[in-house]
């Protein structure tokens, strides 16, 4: 499995030929897109930073998208999804609550789980679903999701082998990531791709990995 970071919350990751997206960047969003084929494209919330599912859309790969909450099976392939908060994408002082949704997805025997723009606490559901995580993707940025501090109180009490911050620098709070790894005790440097087998988790406890911006 080959995890790559492209910005804002977008997450590729790649195993094989089979290619999942998260909440890919829409070439209507300020923020930089990247063009690939994908299998299947997880969007968490309806917004332009995070639904871009024209930019996973190319060559043969038409994906199966997953926008909403519901349990999936794609190509052998087991996703989740749970409702959950976020105010992100508001203007000026705006706070309107949103739908956001929490994806789980079991890949080679390794469990991930992808908070999108959670903003708050797990819902119930969720938090009683969500169990022996290997890989979490956590907002950190606030400004409607997640602030710093509060994200990493979640991410332990989730759990995970390994955390990998999302939606900071170019989306969210410009000190997000320094507040984040200063809460976890660690100064990790970053890596540009994640390359990663189960046996590689082994002894791993929350362990804050930082990948860098293809």
């Known amino acids: ?13 790649q195993f094989g030929d089979t290619v999942l997206a998260f909440n890919p960047i829409s070439k209507d969003s300020s923020l930089k897109p990247s063009k690939f084929g994908a299998n299947i494209v997880l969007s968490s919330i309806n917004h332009e ?9 190319f060559g043969e790969k038409k994906p ?3 926008n909403g909450p519901g349990e999936y ?9 749970f409702v959950s908060d976020s105010y992100y994408g508001g203007s000026g002082e705006s706070k ?22 959670l ?3 797990l819902p119930k559901e969720a938090d009683e679903a ?12 606030g400004e409607g999701v997640l602030e710093p501090a509060e994200a990493y109180r979640l991410a332990v009490e989730i759990g995970p082998k390994i955390v990998i911050p999302i939606h900071y620098g170019d989306i969210g709070g410009k000190e997000a990531l320094k507040i984040f790894t200063k809460e976890a005790g660690e100064n990790p440097s970053g890596v540009s791709k994640l390359t990663l087998k189960k046996k590689d988790l082994e002894g791993k406890d929350s362990e804050v990995v930082i990948l860098e911006r293809e």
Do not use: H, W
Request: contains cysteine; glycine residues 14%; charged residues 20%.
């Open 119 to 121: 903003a708050g606490s």
């Open 96 to 117: 309107e609550k949103r739908i956001n949704t929490i994806f789980t997805v079991n890949l080679e025997g390794m469990n991930i789980c992808y908070l999108g723009a």
């Open 73 to 81: 099976e794609i190509g052998g392939i087991f996703v989740r999804g």
């Open 1 to 13: 499995m080959v995890i790559t970071y492209l910005g804002g919350e977008f997450i590729k990751i």
């Open 64 to 66: 199966f998208i997953v």
């Open 49 to 57: 930073d995070m639904n871009g599912f024209d930019q996973v859309t």
């Open 130 to 141: 969500i169990d022996d995580v290997d890989i979490l993707f956590v907002p950190i940025g």
